[in-house]
């Protein structure tokens, strides 16, 4: 069936079987790779991306019922090409990564949790982030890593901005 | 871990919807889906249509409506989470969502959605049975309402004909001052399914004595209980410990608790007790906390 997605900021016509859940459809038919394929039933959170500005799993949806939906990747967080928005250079900063899997749902629940809360508790980001798995870093410097970026944005007096 | 295919339709209303369900024995509805998905991509669910419900105007609201708040199927658990209104008038909800999933799916699943599902570890059926919630759904062109304590029969099963789709509840709202709640729960994870949980509210008198008490027993079982005997007994008590843990271990006595890898019935029984001691005793202290808050 044909649906239209608003992903990244552009319209994109697509011709997706009913079946295709949102992760597949934004990997195969969208070509962005970003949102990763880990468990595919909702429980490790490495497809997550934006809709309509929420943190939600891509692999818990079919395509179609995203059908004039706004929706934001990783690929659709960075000022512009070859650049990166305050929370992912904080995450390199931090370390905050090592294999990479996990990373860009974390970068993305990181944008959702800001948006709604520039000024996060510990224990706010523990709780943000508590629907998604890293097998690597022990989650500490991930923490340390969106505190770092609460403090950057507060302090650079603007909001998260999400696509450009 | 894909589904199997099927036929997709966006019906513009409930009757439209409910008619598909009758024209097709293997049709589904969807709503947040985050359970269904999951079932689908392990193929342990394999309907030839879904029935996406979640377009349908007027399904999606929380609002006051008499003695009661009235909550559509289609609201979101994030939405519950955020209401000033769930907040105020139905406290134990409000307490009970932080529970429910991770907020990624909390963001997209739906109160309906999950009290269809019937999942024994659900915490909206918990909250449900636990406040007396009345439920609505449309069938045949009728609204029907039945009682949360009639709609849950089983493990995943519940009495809502197939052909039928649940439209929203009604929460009967407690008045009064000295009103407290409580809610406790035990899993491996944070927010992963419960083994145990437990739901408690009640009404003390200005003197501290129990004037009115719901207590709700949820994961142990294969639907949320109510313990029904431990409240009478604990009407007309200052509800001292001792005296709760007698009335709650008779009213826990002689359940059928689940059994399986991860917690076993002995342990659920144990814990089932321990939960609902302890969320007495929260809602005795927040309800004593609004009276210390008011003088």
Same mark, same amino acid.
């Given at each position: ?24 459809? #934004? ?10 394929t880990g468990c595919e039933h909702g429980v490790c959170g490495a497809c997550t991306v934006l809709f309509d500005g929420v943190a939600v799993r891509?692999? #818990? ?7 004039? %939906?706004? @929706? ?12 990166? %928005? +305050? ?5 390199? $900063? ?42 690597? !870093? ?8 969106? *505190? =770092?970026?609460?403090?950057? #944005? ?9 696509? &450009? | 871990?894909? *589904? /199997? ?17 009758? /024209? ?5 509805? @969807? ?5 269904? +998905? ?9 309907? !030839?249509?879904?029935?996406? @419900? ?30 000033? !209104? ?24 739906? @109160?309906?959605?999950?009290? +269809?599902?019937?999942?024994? *570890?659900?915490?909206? /059926? ?32 519940? %009495? ?8 929203? =509840? &009604? ?13 406790? $729960?035990?899993? /491996? ?30 994961? *142990? ?15 007309? %008590? &200052? ?40 969320? +007495? ?15």
């Open positions: 069936m044909r649906i239209n997605l608003d992903i990244n900021g552009e319209i994109r016509e697509l011709d997706v079987e009913p079946r295709t859940s949102l992760l597949d459809c #934004l990997r195969d038919h969208v070509g962005l790779t970003g949102a990763h891509s692999c #818990l949806m079919f395509a179609p019922q995203a059908e004039g %939906s706004k @929706i934001t990747t990783i690929e659709g967080v960075t000022p512009g090409p070859g650049e990166m %928005s +305050v929370i992912q250079d904080a995450f390199c $900063e931090t370390h905050g990564m090592q294999c990479g899997y996990c990373t860009p749902a974390m970068v993305l629940v990181a944008h959702a949790l800001l948006i709604d809360n520039p000024n996060p508790s510990r224990d706010d980001i523990v709780d943000a982030i508590s629907g998604n798995i890293c097998r690597c !870093t022990g989650y500490a410097q991930i923490i340390d890593a969106i *505190a =770092l970026a609460a403090e950057r #944005l507060r302090g650079a007096n603007r909001p998260v901005e999400l696509t &450009k | 871990m894909k *589904a /199997a295919p099927f036929e997709y339709s966006r019906p513009a209303d409930i009757d439209e919807a409910c008619a598909m369900l009758a /024209a097709d024995e293997n049709a589904r509805l @969807i709503a947040g889906g985050q359970t269904l +998905v999951p079932m689908m991509a392990m193929r342990l669910a394999r309907p !030839t249509r879904l029935v996406d @419900i979640n377009r349908i105007a007027g399904l999606s609201y929380i609002r006051q409506d008499g003695d009661a708040i009235a909550i559509g199927a289609t609201t979101r658990q994030c939405d519950l989470e955020r209401s000033a !209104t769930i907040a105020r008038d139905i406290p134990l909800m409000a307490k009970a969502i932080p529970w429910i999933g991770h907020a990624a799916t909390r963001a997209r699943g739906t @109160i309906g959605g999950s009290l +269809v599902n019937a999942d024994p *570890a659900a915490e909206q /059926a918990l909250i449900a049975v636990t406040l007396d919630a009345v439920l609505n759904y449309r069938e045949d062109k009728k609204t029907i309402e039945i009682a949360a304590g009639e709609f849950f029969v089983g493990a995943m099963v519940t %009495s809502l004909p197939s052909t039928a789709c649940l439209t929203g =509840l &009604k929460i009967p709202v407690w008045h009064g001052d000295r009103i407290g709640t409580g809610f406790h $729960e035990v899993n /491996a994870r944070r927010s992963d399914f419960a083994f145990v949980s437990s739901a408690v509210q009640v009404q003390l008198d200005a003197d501290g004595t129990c004037k009115r008490i719901a207590i709700g027993a949820g994961a *142990a079982t294969d639907f949320p209980m109510r313990l029904t005997s431990a409240e009478q007994q604990l009407v007309g %008590s &200052k509800l001292d410990a001792a005296k709760v843990k007698d009335v709650v271990t008779e009213a826990l006595a002689d359940i059928e608790a689940l059994d399986d890898l991860h917690a076993t019935a002995a342990y659920r029984k144990r814990v089932a007790v321990s939960m609902a001691c302890r969320a +007495v005793a929260d809602a005795r202290a927040s309800a004593l906390g609004e009276k210390l808050h008011a003088h």
